[in-house]
Each structure stands twice: as structure tokens, then as C-alpha cells.
């Protein structure tokens, strides 16, 4: 039995879509989004029963990219199954304590479906200067700030006194709707981050990583987590972000996928497309799913690349031609689905 099994994973996999508004890049005119826009899409996802949608995070990034909490709130009137959450949200550029605030109002809108996704970030300096945040500081913000979190939403009267954050008898209220606040699930590959993650975090978000370096994370966390005595309550959370382009052949969606992920990151993404990503066929991206199930991941979300305009049509053809050949992965449907 390998370590990664110690851990109380998930029954069945879930699936979910990420990101909400996104313009076509590159692009010149003013990018007007509208409520529809976004009520089509969380309706659409909702339709065509995936299990969440999320929503990632920066402050200044090389393309338009609005708030995630804010975004959610907005979608959660769309749809009363899906799960929303961030992937992820990056917690060292803020203070923790309006934080608190918001993320425990989201966990009342959402009537108690919302997963926080924390990280780090860090590819990207610039938005840790203007927000005047050492990024040298941004892994122990994050561990101190998960504690004020934690602590805020029990809607007692808390103190605390760390490195970044003092503050003496406050009381925030409403407490969040579910005891203990919304599942903490954080990003991070280093080895650093994945001992975060056994020992303050309630789940593990991954991108750009393969099968076989998933199912090493996992068994990391869970060597880290047993050396700390960690029991996981509320289960563990294991999460992965997967590039995907659905297409006629391997070939097609490989380009399709490198034009746009090329223009977001502001790099050839080429090569990273063909380790990383889900392409091909619905087969071919099925199969992908099932190496990362297999691995440990439970929720898959999935992030459609591609020409904008097209998302819409890949998030149901994902549904009518892929999900069917993982039905046996995820279970029967759950009630109200």
C-alpha cells in the first residue's frame, strides 16, 4: 500500500470547469462582459452536470482578469448544485482579516458550497510590489494567514500575535455557515509547500504537473502528515487543474491549446502543452482523467483552451463524448443533480 492511500481521499471523482469571464486575447477593444454572458455559462456547466466551477486569481497578470470572490458571488445565484471555488486565490497579497470577512460571506451565498484554493503565486513580482508584499514572505504570510482565518470564522472573540498579523478580542460575525469554515485547499509543488499543505491545509490543488509527479505529491503530504499526527476530520482534498482541448486528432488540439496558453503565459507553451495538457480525441482526454484519478486526484478541473468562442461548445462536448467514458469513476448522481 503506498502513503498517498493513509489519506481519506474522496469516494468519486468530480469534475469541474474553470474560469467564468474570459475575453479572447489578443484583442483591442474595450472588453464589455455582460450578466448573461455568465449566467449562460454557470448554466450550461450546470446542465451538463459537472460538479463545481472555480475562478483564479491575480492582481496584475499578461491578460484581463477580473476578482475570483467577487465573480462567485455573482455565479452562485445561477446555479443552487454546483460547487464554486477558487483555483487559486492568492492569500499573501492580502490582509487576512477582510479576507475572513468575505470568504465567510461567500460561504453564506454559496449556502455552504465553496472550496478556498489558496497559493502563493510568485511568477509574477510585479503584483507583490504594488501590493507591497515581500515575495520572499509570501509562504509564511499564507501559513499565518490560514490561522487568522480559521480563527475569525469560529465568530468568537479571538486574539492573535505573529510575525505579520496582531490583533486583540475580536469578534467577527456570522461565524461562516459550515463549523470550522470552508475546506482550505492550497496550491504548491515544492516540497515546502506540500508539508504546508499536510499540516495546516484540508486538501492539494495541482497544475502543470504529470500523473506520476501527483501521485509523489500526495505520498509527500502524506509521509509529512503522518510525522505531524494530522487527522484529517473533514477528509483530505485533492485537486488538479488540467489544461484540455477536445478536437478531432492529437495534433489539432495540441495547436489549438499552444496558440492560446502561448499568449497567456507570454511563453512558447508548446512543449509544456504536450506533457501537461488534456488533448486529442474524447478518448484521449478520458484517458488522461483516468491516469490522474488513478493517481490520487479527485476533482478534476478542467480549464478549456482554445479560441473563446469555442469554450462553450468544448464544456458540452467534454459532457456528451468524454464524461460518459468515466460515468463508472464518478458514481451515480447525487441527489438533486
Given at each position: 500500500?503506498?502513503?498517498?492511500?493513509?489519506l481519506?481521499?474522496?469516494d468519486?471523482?468530480?469534475?469541474?470547469?474553470?474560469?467564468?469571464?474570459?475575453?479572447?486575447?489578443?484583442?483591442?477593444?474595450?472588453?464589455?462582459?455582460?450578466?448573461d454572458?455568465m449566467?449562460?455559462?454557470?448554466?450550461?456547466?450546470d446542465r451538463?452536470?459537472y460538479?463545481?466551477?472555480w475562478?483564479?486569481?491575480?492582481?496584475?497578470?499578461?491578460?484581463?482578469?477580473?476578482?475570483?470572490?467577487?465573480?462567485?458571488?455573482?455565479?452562485?445565484?445561477?446555479?443552487r448544485?454546483?460547487?464554486?471555488?477558487?483555483?487559486?486565490?492568492?492569500l499573501?497579497?492580502?490582509?487576512?482579516t477582510?479576507?475572513?470577512?468575505?470568504?465567510?460571506?461567500l460561504d453564506?451565498?454559496?449556502?455552504?458550497?465553496?472550496?478556498?484554493?489558496?497559493?502563493v503565486?510568485?511568477?509574477?513580482?510585479?503584483?507583490?510590489?504594488?501590493c507591497?508584499?515581500p515575495?520572499?514572505?509570501?509562504?509564511?504570510?499564507l501559513?499565518?494567514?490560514?490561522?487568522?482565518?480559521?480563527a475569525?470564522?469560529?465568530?468568537?472573540?479571538?486574539?492573535?500575535?505573529?510575525?505579520f498579523?496582531?490583533?486583540?478580542?475580536?469578534r467577527?460575525?456570522?461565524?461562516?455557515?459550515?463549523?470550522?469554515?470552508p475546506?482550505i485547499?492550497?496550491?504548491?509543488?515544492?516540497?515546502a509547500?506540500?508539508?504546508?499543505?499536510?499540516?495546516?491545509?484540508d486538501?492539494?490543488?495541482?497544475?502543470?504537473?504529470?500523473?506520476?509527479?501527483?501521485?509523489d505529491g500526495?505520498a509527500?503530504?502524506?509521509?509529512?502528515?503522518?510525522?505531524?499526527?494530522?487527522?484529517?476530520?473533514?477528509?483530505?482534498g485533492?485537486?488538479h487543474?488540467?489544461?484540455?482541448?477536445?478536437?478531432?486528432?492529437?495534433?489539432?488540439?495540441l495547436?489549438?491549446a499552444?496558440?492560446?496558453l502561448?499568449?497567456?503565459?507570454?511563453?512558447?507553451?508548446?512543449k509544456?502543452?504536450q506533457?501537461?495538457?488534456?488533448?486529442?480525441?474524447?478518448?484521449?482526454?478520458?484517458?488522461?482523467?483516468?491516469?490522474?484519478?488513478?493517481?490520487?486526484?479527485?476533482?478534476?478541473?478542467?480549464?478549456f483552451?482554445?479560441?473563446?468562442?469555442?469554450?462553450?461548445?468544448?464544456?458540452?462536448?467534454f459532457a456528451?463524448?468524454?464524461?460518459?467514458?468515466l460515468?463508472?469513476?464518478?458514481?451515480?448522481?447525487q441527489?438533486?443533480?
Amino acid at each position: 500500500m503506498t502513503a498517498t492511500m493513509d489519506l481519506p481521499l474522496d469516494d468519486r471523482l468530480q469534475l469541474g470547469v474553470q474560469t467564468i469571464h474570459r475575453r479572447t486575447e489578443p484583442a483591442t477593444a474595450p472588453w464589455l462582459p455582460t450578466i448573461d454572458e455568465m449566467a449562460e455559462l454557470v448554466g450550461l456547466v450546470d446542465r451538463c452536470f459537472y460538479d463545481s466551477m472555480w475562478v483564479g486569481d491575480h492582481v496584475a497578470f499578461t491578460i484581463a482578469i477580473f476578482d475570483p470572490l467577487l465573480q462567485l458571488a455573482q455565479a452562485a445565484v445561477v446555479s443552487r448544485r454546483l460547487t464554486f471555488g477558487t483555483g487559486v486565490y492568492l492569500l499573501p497579497l492580502r490582509h487576512p482579516t477582510p479576507v475572513a470577512k468575505q470568504v465567510a460571506t461567500l460561504d453564506h451565498l454559496t449556502e455552504g458550497r465553496f472550496i478556498f484554493g489558496v497559493g502563493v503565486g510568485g511568477e509574477f513580482p510585479k503584483e507583490y510590489e504594488a501590493c507591497g508584499v515581500p515575495i520572499g514572505e509570501r509562504g509564511a504570510r499564507l501559513s499565518e494567514s490560514v490561522a487568522v482565518l480559521r480563527a475569525l470564522w469560529t465568530g468568537e472573540p479571538v486574539s492573535h500575535a505573529g510575525r505579520f498579523f496582531t490583533f486583540e478580542g475580536v469578534r467577527m460575525l456570522p461565524p461562516t455557515r459550515r463549523p470550522g469554515g470552508p475546506p482550505i485547499w492550497a496550491g504548491g509543488r515544492t516540497d515546502a509547500a506540500l508539508r504546508r499543505v499536510a499540516r495546516r491545509l484540508d486538501g492539494w490543488m495541482s497544475y502543470v504537473v504529470t500523473p506520476e509527479m501527483f501521485r509523489d505529491g500526495l505520498a509527500k503530504i502524506a509521509t509529512a502528515a503522518a510525522e505531524a499526527g494530522r487527522v484529517f476530520e473533514r477528509g483530505f482534498g485533492t485537486s488538479h487543474l488540467l489544461f484540455t482541448r477536445i478536437d478531432d486528432s492529437y495534433e489539432k488540439a495540441l495547436d489549438a491549446a499552444t496558440v492560446s496558453l502561448s499568449q497567456r503565459y507570454a511563453m512558447d507553451f508548446r512543449k509544456a502543452a504536450q506533457r501537461y495538457c488534456a488533448l486529442g480525441t474524447p478518448q484521449q482526454v478520458a484517458e488522461t482523467v483516468q491516469r490522474f484519478h488513478a493517481a490520487g486526484a479527485r476533482h478534476i478541473v478542467l480549464d478549456f483552451v482554445g479560441p473563446y468562442e469555442e469554450r462553450d461548445r468544448q464544456i458540452e462536448r467534454f459532457a456528451a463524448e468524454a464524461m460518459p467514458l468515466l460515468a463508472d469513476l464518478r458514481g451515480p448522481r447525487q441527489p438533486g443533480a
